[in-house]
């Protein structure tokens, strides 16, 4: 393969959209691949979202819903496929929307990505926290965690009064904001040092995450409780108390399934990574949709194994449901393997969450950069440098590590923060699809290399209609929460758009801006160079 090639014809497609070639293309087909798979990480929402599974319904929300949800997902990626086929830049889902749907469409696909983005490093942030406290800090040194974890305040141990319930939780709240904190500034670090740096560990996290997989699953199944698999064809309500309160609303079967979706999906998302790291990677209109389906693909299938092998340890599925949130890290303490084994299990597990993060800051960070190389955001001109030595766009991934923090700061429950990440990604994914229904064969006539052809369009209904019905599940209690986030998310982009935007903001080049902009993408690659 001629590597020089891809690079002047990727160089060539770019210069073609009006953009230079400013970040460095270092990336492959499988590190492309690997930052998704990286992101979707199956031991990070796989395992921290388990109990959601299992309390809304049960053994066949776990497995079934897994299939259904990750098929959707699958639905998506492939959507969204064609359209980076065509267009292959930073931030992906916002240049697609503008130059599918208009300016204003991209705009508020931009903020909207960039705000589930947030919640992706921020979500994966507090597993971190939690499995390295619960798993390796606990687990593996034995350590006493009690004054570092919260207290379920209606539920009061006798020996305990509501004051030092309110103290405890104050202390653990303000200890898990400083631990995310520093686990963010570290995943910073090693993005602002360059994308060889982030390429190598994204690859290392993508084979870490195949073989602990692998050997997790086979552990939960050998030293499991029983091999039944009629429990992943059975479904049972556990919504309200039977969840152990996990859902604390009771709700009719189908609302519980639906809310039970979240936990595939919020597991299986991020994948528009492969895109926004376009500008990086070699041959990108072919590896980047590659990239995005195959990542989905390989966690679809991996996951689902590893959940049927978490069902069938379980010794009592009634049990395991009450535990609510505490469910898996019960099941996986029980579970009567070697004390080593599980040591080393742990670690790798917190190990694959950290890198799950640091892969979605690389994503938040492109989506920063290339927004505000448009003039999208405040301070666009900061934001959009890129480091000469580094070849990074440093400014952007330490403003997207302190948005993911201070996301924590008002809601610092992992599982509204999960539900949020899942909401408003599949909310900007089915965007830049919705705008490709309506301007295929009219106005976009310009395709890259993979086509759906006659499947375009039914898929990209597929794919509006269950975005619809995620949003129904995102806002369920105990994730109505996000109800104010989404209200004052639309409402703000409205006012802004219409009171000051509209005017201003231009847009991703298009027509003749493109040609007079060529003289400047010259100049820009020279300055790097130099």
């Known amino acids: 393969m001629d590597e020089n090639k891809f690079t002047t014809e990727d160089e060539r497609q770019l210069h073609s959209m009006g953009y230079a070639q400013e970040l460095s293309r270092r990336m492959g087909g ?21 109990p959601l599974a299992i309390s809304s319904g049960g053994g066949f929300e776990a497995g079934i819903g897994w299939l259904v949800g990750g098929v959707f997902a699958m639905v998506v990626a492939t959507s969204l496929g064609q359209i980076a086929s065509a267009y292959p830049t930073a931030g992906g889902l916002y240049h697609w929307s503008s130059i599918l749907g208009g300016r204003g469409w991209g705009w508020a696909t931009a903020w ?13 942030n507090v597993g971190v926290w939690q499995l390295f406290r619960d798993l390796v800090a606990a687990g593996v040194f034995g ?27 104050s202390h653990a709240y303000w200890v898990q904001v400083i631990a995310v904190a520093i686990i963010t500034a570290a995943q910073a670090l090693f993005n602002h040092f360059g994308i060889k740096i982030t390429t190598r560990l994204t690859d290392f996290s993508g084979y870490l995450i195949f073989v602990v997989a692998i050997v997790l699953t086979l552990t939960f199944f050998i030293f499991g409780a029983t091999h039944d698999f009629s ?57 980047v949709p590659r990239g995005m389906m195959q990542s989905v693909f390989w966690s679809l299938v991996f996951g689902f194994v590893m959940a049927v092998a ?37 670690i790798a597990i917190v190990l694959a969450n950290f890198l799950c993060a640091l892969a979605g800051l690389t994503s938040i960070s492109r989506m920063i950069y290339a927004f505000a190389r448009d003039g999208g955001l405040p301070m666009s001109g900061t934001l959009a440098k890129v480091n000469p030595t580094y070849r990074t766009p440093v400014a952007a991934i330490w403003t997207g590590g302190v948005l993911s923090v201070a996301a924590t700061l008002y809601s610092p429950a992992f599982a509204a ?81 219409f009171g000051f935007e509209r005017k201003r903001f231009k847009g991703p080049p298009i027509g003749d801006e493109i040609a007079k902009r060529q003289a400047i993408i010259a100049a820009q690659e020279k300055a790097l160079a130099s």
Request: hydrophobic share 55%.
């Open 231 to 287: 429990r992943i064809f059975t479904f049972t309500n556990n919504s309200g108390d039977p969840g152990g309160g996990y859902l604390p609303t009771a709700r009719v079967g189908i609302v519980a399934f639906l809310v039970g979706l979240l936990y595939p999906l919020y597991t299986i998302t991020g994948f528009d990574a492969s895109a926004h790291t376009s500008e990086e990677t070699r041959d990108a209109r072919n590896a």
């Open 417 to 497: 923060l999960a539900a949020g990440c899942a909401l408003f990604l599949y909310v900007s994914y089915a965007m830049p699809i919705a705008a490709g229904v309506m301007a295929e064969g009219k106005t976009w006539t310009d395709f890259g290399p993979f086509r759906l052809g006659m499947w375009s369009k039914p898929l990209a209904l597929i794919s509006m209609a269950g975005v619809l019905v995620l949003m129904y599940a995102g806002i369920q209690p105990p994730f109505d929460i996000l109800i104010n986030y989404a209200v004052g998310t639309i409402v703000l982009l409205v006012v802004l758009w």
């Open 143 to 169: 350590a006493d965690v009690t004054v570092w974890t919260s207290v379920d305040v209606t539920a009061l141990p006798k020996d305990m009064t509501m004051d030092q319930a309110v103290a405890i939780n």
């Open 30 to 50: 499988f590190q492309n691949f690997a930052i998704s798979f990286s992101i979707i990480c199956i031991l990070a929402g796989g395992i921290t979202s388990f």
């Open 112 to 124: 909207i990505n960039m705000l589930g983005l947030v919640f992706v490093v921020a979500s994966v």
């Open 310 to 346: 978490f069902i069938m340890a379980a010794p009592d599925m009634t049990a395991l449901a009450k535990d609510g949130a505490a469910s898996w890290f019960n099941l996986f303490n029980s579970l009567p393997a070697p004390a080593i084994l599980k040591d080393i299990l742990a």
